[in-house]
């Protein structure tokens, strides 16, 4: 078993592209979910309009890297709205099955052979993220140390990104505290409590709600930029129903409603998943573990993260950092 | 802080150590194409595949061996272009899509696999309809598929129905419906292939096996978690959490693959004035009309039925006037498990056998139920008929790869103007 790979994979795990995205993304459902309450379970959507936002962009029209930047974060203010209108007046459940149906209409459409010469097909598109790399300050080679025997290194490249993706993770963390600090935050923390109080109020619900599902759905959108140019393409499936839900384990795992909650969570997830399919893949290669294949190692680790999703909401619903009298868990 | 970090350092050093052992075996050296054909849930034999550069040069030909694999490995990395020569498939097997050429591409020190999806002879004309009647093509068309939009619809109802219930009485939208449905299928297909059962005592069995682990769900699990008082949000989550499992645990014993069941799988369509339908269809439509009517009739007439109705109306109500609740509650899972059971190997049956079979029509399910109103069990019937023909229909105009998006888009439509649904009450919108 080559353990120094799976600690290196691991450790590397906690900070990497992965986690940045996840991160991202996993802010915005903080917002919708943590803070408004709204069960918004078509995240993955907002980081395929801006994915492709960015990608089509670039490569189809051949604008610049800016542009495609700008282009994304329209698309994913304006899913918003057209995701917001006919929900946000419905019941929890309603909004949860409508949101996923709008995410899977997306990844149906951008996947389709009928728009494959703007979308590409199933293949995705590629070749977008040569504006973004020459902005990038470190020369070509691997950064990193040796913890102990353990050798830590990103490429430079990946540490452009990484460096973009934490910076980013900051900046929305700090503007999520300064928000849920203001009267604004507090009316948004008001109407996962009580909707009908606040209305009673003369607060616009359906306004604040729509302002929640906008600016979640635009920092979760900053997670679909960094996977395209982490990995210089994009596909439509990687934006699929499931990615939301491992969004929504990272935002119970760290603790919803808090501001810190969404980012520890998805670098615990990462570390425990990387870490788990390292040992169990090399435990099979290894012949330590007989009765399963590779291919279905790596289907076991996706079994625990269901098992873990449902022993952290029966038990510990508020996660890491929560607060039970917190969580939007006890609809009507 | 110092000592921490080199003890910690030293301990790690000192399992890798000990843990290394031998030097791990690098995975071998792969580059290249490689494939693996079956047909029928049988590897094909003896298959030619022929693999040339994008400039046509050829590389090598190969034939699959006896459990249907071939391997073509490459100098150098690039596109390359795959034939099949369908001369060398078995007599009724055909290439699905006809296209017998691949262009995959081969990266540096990776193999790259070929899919070619092979299917019986028959399946195609029966898809394709027949085009050479008298009446006018269109109408014949759209015959054909209202058909396969009531035989879509009424899976789909099967499986609404029971998640309907399930929503009514205890309030749980229950993202884990698609995996009750894949459940159905594969217990099927284990008693069916690995049994070596006929299909029809199998599916029997496997409705009744799911039956049971319905009611078995409800009591250990589901149950459990209404008696500490989970929350519906919470207990929505927890579904999805269910759901992953399930569909995981299915990979890891079912695998990756599509199969189909050992009997009935390709039969040749019988005509009826426009339309043309394998038999196994009708027998199918047949049986899931009678189910649907004997789930009506009962939950309009038994006094189970009614106590369930009482129960999804109100039921503290339900509770104070002498209905035992939780008994209803359970004996809904049982009949929601079964049911669904029967949808999933519907499903089999017309389609074919995977491990996401039912993760991919929970939303068709989702929009069934919710097009005809949340809860009520007869708005899940109206509902998904609706879906399933506006599915099949559709793909008169739209091609058949956005099928799906037409139903959704009329779901979102449906909810702005009439967010009860079709036989919704105004007060269940919230």
């Not at chain 1, 078509?42 to 542009?67: D, E």
């Not at chain 1, 490429?155 to 009267?183: D, R, T, Y």
């Not at chain 2, 017998?100 to 299917?119: I, K």
């Not at chain 2, 939303?363 to 509902?383: D, R």
Request: net charge neutral; hydrophobic share 50%; aromatic share 10%.
């Amino acid at each position: 078993m080559d353990w120094i790979t799976i600690f290196s994979t691991t450790i590397k795990s906690a900070v990497g592209v992965e986690t940045v995205l996840y991160a991202l993304a996993a802010i915005g459902i903080n917002i919708h979910f943590g803070y408004t309450g709204l069960l918004n379970f078509g995240q993955a959507a907002f980081m395929a309009v801006a994915g492709y936002g960015l990608a089509v962009t670039v490569t189809v029209i051949g604008l610049p890297f800016w542009v495609g930047i700008a282009v994304g974060l329209v698309a994913a203010a304006i899913l918003a709205l057209l995701m917001g209108i006919p929900t946000l007046h419905l019941r929890a459940d309603y909004l949860a099955i409508v949101t996923i149906a709008v995410a899977e209409i997306i990844r149906l459409l951008f996947r389709s052979v009928a728009f494959k010469d703007i979308f590409g097909g199933s293949d995705g598109q590629r070749g977008f993220s040569g504006g973004f790399q020459a902005l990038n300050p470190f020369p070509e080679g691997e950064y990193g140390f040796n913890l102990g025997p353990i050798p830590i290194f990103f490429a430079h490249w990946q540490l452009w990104v990484m460096v973009v993706g934490w910076l980013l993770i900051a900046l929305c963390c700090f503007i999520v505290f300064l928000l849920m600090k203001s009267p604004w935050g507090r009316v948004l923390k008001a109407i996962r409590e009580d909707e009908d109080a606040v209305r009673s109020l003369g607060k616009n619900v359906f306004s604040y709600k729509m302002q929640s599902l906008v600016l979640g759905g635009v920092i979760g959108c900053l997670g679909g930029f960094i996977y395209g140019l982490a990995y210089g393409s994009v596909q439509p499936d990687v934006f699929g129903t499931e990615t939301t839900f491992y969004l929504y384990t990272m935002v119970i795992l760290g603790g919803a409603a808090r501001v810190l909650g969404p980012v520890v969570g998805s670098m615990i997830f990462w570390v425990l998943l990387v870490l788990l399919n390292g040992t169990l893949s090399e435990a099979v290669a290894a012949g330590v573990i007989t009765f399963i294949d590779t291919s279905q190692a790596g289907a076991l680790r996706y079994v625990f993260v269901g098992l873990g999703l449902i022993l952290l909401l029966v038990f510990r619903p508020q996660g890491i950092f929560g607060d039970k009298r917190e969580i939007a868990i006890d609809a009507r | 802080m110092r000592r921490a970090v080199i003890a910690f350092t030293a301990f790690l050093g000192g399992l890798v150590f000990l843990l290394v052992g031998p030097a791990h075996a690098d995975p071998a050296d792969c580059q290249g194409l490689r494939g693996t054909l079956t047909f029928q849930g049988q590897p094909v034999n003896g298959a030619r595949i022929a693999v040339s550069t994008e400039g046509g040069q050829p590389v090598e030909t190969v034939t699959s061996n006896a459990q249907g694999a071939w391997d073509v490995q490459v100098e150098d990395p690039g596109r390359y272009q795959v034939t099949l020569d369908p001369a060398s498939l078995p007599q009724n097997a055909e290439i699905r899509g006809g296209n017998n050429v691949r262009t995959p591409t081969v990266y540096e020190g990776n193999c790259s696999s070929v899919l070619f999806a092979l299917q019986a002879k028959g399946a195609a004309a029966q898809q394709q309809g027949d085009e050479g009647s008298g009446a006018s093509p269109f109408w014949t068309q759209a015959a054909q598929l209202t058909f396969e939009g009531l035989n879509l619809g009424l899976i789909i109802a099967l499986a609404a129905l029971g998640l309907s219930l399930i929503y009514g009485t205890t309030g749980l939208t229950n993202f884990a419906h698609g995996e009750l449905v894949t459940l159905g299928a594969i217990l099927a297909y284990a008693f069916n292939v690995g049994f070596g059962l006929h299909l029809i005592p199998a599916a029997v069995c496997a409705v009744i096996l799911a039956g049971m682990l319905g009611y078995g769900q409800d009591r250990l699990f589901w149950g459990q978690l209404r008696r500490r008082g989970t929350g519906t949000i919470a207990m929505m989550i927890i579904s999805i959490g269910v759901a992953i499992f399930l569909r995981y645990v299915f990979l890891i014993f079912f695998g990756g693959q599509t199969e189909s069941y050992a009997q009935y799988t390709a039969q040749p369509g019988i005509e009826i004035g426009p339309i043309s339908a394998a038999p196994k269809n009708l027998v199918a439509m047949g049986i899931e009309l009678a189910v649907l009517v004997v789930v009506g009739i009962a939950l309009l007439r038994t006094r189970t039925g009614k106590a369930a109705r009482a129960v999804a109306d109100n039921p503290a109500l339900a509770a104070s006037s002498g209905i035992n609740v939780d008994g209803v509650i359970r004996i809904i899972w049982t009949v929601g498990g079964a049911i669904a059971a029967l949808a999933g190997i519907m499903l089999g049956l017309s389609q074919n056998l995977k491990y996401t079979m039912g993760q991919d029509v929970l939303l068709l399910i989702f929009a069934g139920v919710t097009l005809g109103g949340l809860g009520t069990a007869f708005g899940a019937l109206v509902g998904s008929l609706v879906v399933g023909l506006f599915i099949q229909v559709s793909t008169l105009w739209v091609p058949p790869e956005l099928k799906s998006v037409g139903a959704l888009a009329v779901l979102i439509i449906v909810l702005l103007v009439r967010p009860q649904g079709i036989l919704g009450r105004r007060e269940r919108i919230g």
